[in-house]
């Protein structure tokens, strides 16, 4: 088991890693829409949140050895099930078919105010 860290995302805001790999996986952590520059959210709605929150996990996956096309399975959390569509469209910029397998659900509430996080599953 190895710990991934990237300073091109966002560093962990608690105690955990921003990934793991264990056995030819890469679990990533849940990513919301840090700059990880600033450490502030990315101005704008859904679309700019979830472009960035993808955008971590791509850099996470690539400090990895990895990338976006070999996700198997990703997991979004909407502050708002109002905001599927358009998260969907941005999504739909960063995978290509085969798509990765998903689960999307609306909660209660994200760490810091986020509209969305994500989370990715990838093989190495």
Known sequence: MQAIH??????????????IEVNGF??????IPLDPKTGTFV????????????????????????DLAHVVKTTV???SMDD???????YA???SHPFPARS?????????????EVEVLAAK
């Open 6 to 19: 990237t300073d091109n995302a966002p560093a962990a805001i608690g105690p955990y890693s921003q990934a």
């Open 26 to 31: 890469v679990f990533a952590s849940g990513q």
């Open 43 to 66: 101005e704008g709605g859904i679309k700019e949140q979830t472009r960035q929150a993808l955008t971590n996990a791509s850099s996470i996956l690539k400090a990895a050895g990895t």
């Open 77 to 79: 959390y909407l502050d």
């Open 84 to 90: 599927f569509a358009a998260m969907n469209e941005v």
């Open 93 to 95: 910029e960063f995978f």
């Open 104 to 116: 999307a659900v609306a909660v209660k509430k994200l760490p810091k105010g986020a509209l969305v």
